[in-house]
Each structure stands twice: as structure tokens, then as C-alpha cells.
């Protein structure tokens, strides 16, 4: 059977998702799937590094307990040495998950590219690379005959961008728009039941949804990098933070909230970008007080929605997981098994 053996930068929530799934499900995933998956490689800020050719123990890494890091267990260190490991692994995917840097992208960017660079593909839930390097990184995947799968960085293990991209062929899509992001709407949500944001922020956090700096999904910069993202996957632009308007939920106060139920109105944070008639590219990022009949409204919790607006379809719109550990563990597990069917068809088409 065919396998692949993979590194995992970052042994965060997502990743270690992704580790709980390979080692709980074992041989019924490979089957499932049809080749194996071994992690030969792990990296992380706080526990440090660890290599083993012959696949590591994935029930010790996932349950080192507090203050114990990789250079506990054989071929381990306390520092995580990135780049080293990166380009000296035997793995043949590269698993990205750090936290997403807004600003730069950085290290998450140089982490993808050096991988790229030494004949590894890529899957990556870090919106940093896909939205502040992504034509870059797809240019050097390409000239390297390698894959830069991202499917997690919006919408978490929800396919949008599969969706648009496989689904809606021969469509023209003038606009996106939708909930991008689980922890706001989590946030808005729990408002609602007279929660304060800071205490509905920490139930976020603790469920897994929200990133390392909270500030990112309630000032709206972690939905402005997916709508980067969608603008340039799926209007074709070429667009960066910089023209995406941004304004977060942070000043929505409970007498707003009550107001808006009061009127019919539910308040969301609401990312958007379209093409207008001068071909134009609109992107925003604003908190929206929808009424309760909008097809938005009824998006509760860490779910999303997208709306693509079509010529020959009208409206079509995908709706799922947002955020969540598990969720976006998937997201990198369906990325990993089309970086696999990509490598297949090369090479029955080499035959
Ligand atoms: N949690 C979620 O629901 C979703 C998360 N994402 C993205 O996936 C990525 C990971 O998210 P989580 O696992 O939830 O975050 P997390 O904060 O739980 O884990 C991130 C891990 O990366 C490590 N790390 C950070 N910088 C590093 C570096 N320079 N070198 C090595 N390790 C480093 C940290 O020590 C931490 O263990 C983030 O970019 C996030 O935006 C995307 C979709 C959904
Ligand atoms: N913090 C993000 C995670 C997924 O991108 C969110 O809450 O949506």
C-alpha cells in the first residue's frame, strides 16, 4: 500500500487533530483512504523537535504532560529548529499549522516556501501564506512539481474553496460574501443570551475556535485575509489586505445587540468582495445588522456561510464548520488525500 509520511510544524489544536485522527483510526483510515499516513516529524514552539524516519509515537506525543518537551523521547529537542527540520525530513508532505501572522505571514510564509523549495508539498490552515504570498507559493509549488493545498484556511474543514473551484465550472461569479469567521459569530451569538464579549471571547478560545491573539477575530483582520483569499481564489484578483475596509465587532454593545432583536435584527460580522461593472474589485469587512429573514441570519455558533453570486445560478450558498480543532484537523486530511490523487494521476500519466 502507498504511503505517505508527513511533518507537522506547529502541535497546536489543529495539528494535533489531525495526529488524534491518524493514531486513533489507524489501519480503518488507510483503508478508508487507500494509502498509510506515518508523522516522521514534529515541530513547536514550546515542545521542540522530534524526528524518527520509522514514524513517531504518536500516543506519547499527544500526551506529554505539561513542561515535558520532545527532548524526552528518542531523536528529540527542546528547540524546534523549523528550517532544519523542514529541509532535512524524509517526509513528503509538510503539515503548516502555525499561528497565522496577519501582518507579514511570517515564519509560516518562509516555513511553506523552504518546504516547496526542497521537493516537499504543502497543506496549510495558516491564512498568512495563502492570503500575503499565495501567487507566490503557488508559482514555486509548480516550478517544483509540488502541491500547496490550503482548503482549511477558510471555512475550517468546510470546502469552500474545493466547492468553487470543482462545483461552479463555467460559471461567472461577480461576488462572495458570507460569516468567515466562527469565533465572532460564537461571540455575537452568545451576546445575544446576555453574555459580555470577553467572557464569550474565553469560552472561544477554550473551545479551540479562536486564534492565538483573539484580537484578530474580533478586530475582523483573520475574516480581511479569507476575503484575500476568496477575492484572488475565485474573482481572479489580485488583492492583499490593504484594499479590504475592516472594521471588527468590538464596539457592538449589549443595548446594541438588544435593539437589533428588538427590530428583527440579528448582528453579524460580514466579510465580502466583488467585482463591479468597471471590473473594480469592493472588499469589506463590516459587523451587519441583518434582519432575521436573510439567508445569514440563522448562522449560529462557529458555523459559516458563503454566498456566491452567480450569472447563470443566481445566489448559491455553502454553509458549514468555521472554526474547530477536529473540523479543521479534517481540512488538512482532505488536502493530504488530494495531494495524494494529484501524485497518482502524474504518475499514471507518465506510464
Ligand atoms: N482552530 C481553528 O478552528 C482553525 C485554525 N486555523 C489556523 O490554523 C493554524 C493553527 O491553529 P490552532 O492549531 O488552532 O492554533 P494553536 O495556537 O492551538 O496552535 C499553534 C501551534 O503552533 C505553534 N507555533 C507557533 N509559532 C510557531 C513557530 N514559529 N514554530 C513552531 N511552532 C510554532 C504553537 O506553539 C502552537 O502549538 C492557525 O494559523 C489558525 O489561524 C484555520 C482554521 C480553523
Ligand atoms: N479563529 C478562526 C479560526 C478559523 O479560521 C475563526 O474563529 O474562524
Not at 500500500?1 to 508527513?6: E, F, K, S
Not at 452568545?190 to 474565553?202: F, P, S, Y
Not at 466579510?271 to 432575521?292: C, N, S
Given at each position: 500500500?502507498?504511503?505517505?509520511?508527513?511533518a507537522?510544524?506547529?502541535?497546536?489544536?489543529?495539528?494535533?487533530?489531525?495526529?488524534?485522527?491518524?493514531?486513533?483510526?489507524?489501519?480503518?483510515?488507510?483503508?478508508?483512504?487507500?494509502?498509510?499516513?506515518?508523522?516522521?516529524?514534529?515541530?513547536?514552539?514550546?515542545?521542540?523537535?522530534?524526528?524518527?524516519?520509522?514514524?513517531?509515537?504518536?500516543?506519547?506525543?499527544?500526551?506529554?504532560?505539561?513542561?515535558?518537551?520532545?527532548?524526552?523521547?528518542?531523536?528529540?529537542?527542546?528547540?524546534?529548529?523549523?528550517?532544519f527540520?523542514?529541509?532535512?525530513?524524509?517526509?513528503?508532505?509538510?503539515?503548516?499549522?502555525?499561528?497565522?501572522?496577519?501582518?507579514?505571514?511570517?515564519?509560516?510564509?518562509?516555513?511553506?516556501?523552504?518546504?516547496?523549495?526542497?521537493?516537499?508539498?504543502?497543506?496549510?490552515?495558516?491564512?498568512?501564506?495563502?492570503?500575503?504570498?499565495?501567487?507566490?507559493?503557488?508559482?514555486?509549488?509548480?516550478?517544483?512539481?509540488?502541491?500547496?493545498?490550503?482548503?482549511?484556511?477558510?471555512?475550517?474543514?468546510?470546502?469552500?474553496?474545493?466547492?468553487?473551484?470543482?462545483?461552479?465550472?463555467?460559471?461567472?461569479?461577480?461576488?462572495?460574501?458570507?460569516?468567515?469567521?466562527?469565533t465572532?459569530?460564537?461571540?455575537?451569538?452568545?451576546?445575544?443570551?446576555?453574555?459580555?464579549?470577553?467572557?464569550?471571547?474565553?469560552?472561544?478560545?477554550?473551545?479551540?475556535?479562536a486564534?492565538?491573539?483573539?484580537?484578530?477575530?474580533?478586530?475582523?483582520?483573520?475574516?480581511?485575509?479569507?476575503?484575500?483569499?476568496?477575492?484572488?481564489?475565485?474573482?481572479?484578483?489580485?488583492i492583499?489586505?490593504?484594499?479590504?475596509?475592516?472594521?471588527?465587532?468590538?464596539?457592538?454593545?449589549?443595548?446594541?445587540?438588544?435593539?437589533?432583536a428588538?427590530?428583527?435584527?440579528?448582528?453579524?460580522?460580514?466579510?465580502?468582495?466583488?467585482?463591479?461593472?468597471?471590473?473594480?474589485?469592493?472588499?469589506?469587512?463590516?459587523?451587519?445588522?441583518?434582519?432575521?429573514?436573510?439567508?445569514?441570519?440563522?448562522?449560529?455558533?462557529?458555523?459559516?456561510?458563503?454566498?456566491?453570486?452567480?450569472?447563470?445560478?443566481?445566489?448559491?450558498?455553502?454553509?458549514?464548520?468555521?472554526?474547530?480543532?477536529?473540523?479543521?484537523?479534517?481540512?488538512?486530511?482532505?488536502?493530504?488525500?488530494?495531494?495524494?490523487?494529484?501524485?497518482?494521476?502524474?504518475?499514471?500519466a507518465?506510464?
Open positions: 500500500m502507498n504511503r505517505h509520511d508527513i507537522l510544524i506547529g502541535f497546536g489544536g489543529v495539528n494535533r487533530a489531525l495526529a488524534e485522527i491518524i493514531h486513533t483510526r489507524g489501519q480503518d483510515l488507510s483503508d478508508e483512504i487507500g494509502f498509510e499516513l506515518r508523522v516522521v516529524a514534529i515541530t513547536d514552539l514550546r515542545l521542540g523537535s522530534l524526528m524518527r524516519t520509522e514514524g513517531i509515537d504518536l500516543g506519547t506525543a499527544l500526551t506529554l504532560p505539561d513542561g515535558v518537551t520532545f527532548a524526552s523521547m528518542p531523536g528529540g529537542a527542546a528547540v524546534p529548529q523549523n528550517d527540520v523542514i529541509r532535512s525530513t524524509t517526509a513528503d508532505i509538510v503539515v503548516e499549522a502555525t499561528y497565522t501572522n496577519p501582518v507579514d505571514g511570517e515564519p509560516a510564509v518562509s516555513h511553506v516556501r523552504a518546504a516547496l523549495q526542497s521537493g516537499k508539498s504543502v497543506t496549510t490552515t495558516n491564512k498568512g501564506p495563502v492570503a500575503l504570498a499565495g501567487a507566490e507559493l503557488n508559482r514555486i509549488a509548480v516550478e517544483h512539481g509540488m502541491r500547496f493545498e490550503y482548503e482549511g484556511s477558510v471555512m475550517s474543514g468546510t470546502p469552500v474553496l474545493s466547492f468553487a473551484s470543482r462545483v461552479l465550472p463555467g460559471l461567472r461569479v461577480s461576488g462572495v460574501q458570507g460569516i468567515l469567521n466562527g465572532s459569530n460564537y461571540v455575537l451569538g452568545q451576546m445575544e443570551t446576555g453574555m459580555t464579549l470577553a467572557d464569550a471571547v474565553a469560552e472561544a478560545q477554550a473551545l479551540g475556535y486564534e492565538a491573539d483573539p484580537t484578530a477575530d474580533i478586530e475582523g483582520s483573520d475574516v480581511q485575509l479569507k476575503v484575500v483569499i476568496l477575492a484572488n481564489e475565485i474573482l481572479g484578483a489580485n492583499t489586505t490593504a484594499d479590504v475596509e475592516r472594521q471588527g465587532i468590538s464596539r457592538i454593545t449589549p443595548e446594541d445587540i438588544a435593539e437589533a428588538a427590530d428583527g435584527r440579528r448582528w453579524k460580522l460580514i466579510g465580502a468582495a466583488r467585482r463591479d461593472p468597471d471590473g473594480r474589485i469592493i472588499a469589506t469587512v463590516e459587523p451587519v445588522a441583518l434582519p432575521l429573514t436573510h439567508p445569514l441570519a440563522g448562522i449560529t455558533g462557529p458555523t459559516n456561510a458563503v454566498s456566491f453570486d452567480t450569472d447563470l445560478l443566481g445566489t448559491v450558498t455553502v454553509s458549514g464548520p468555521g472554526a474547530g480543532r477536529t473540523e479543521t484537523g479534517y481540512a488538512l486530511l482532505s488536502d493530504i488525500i488530494a495531494i495524494d490523487a494529484h501524485q497518482r494521476a502524474a504518475a499514471e507518465l506510464r
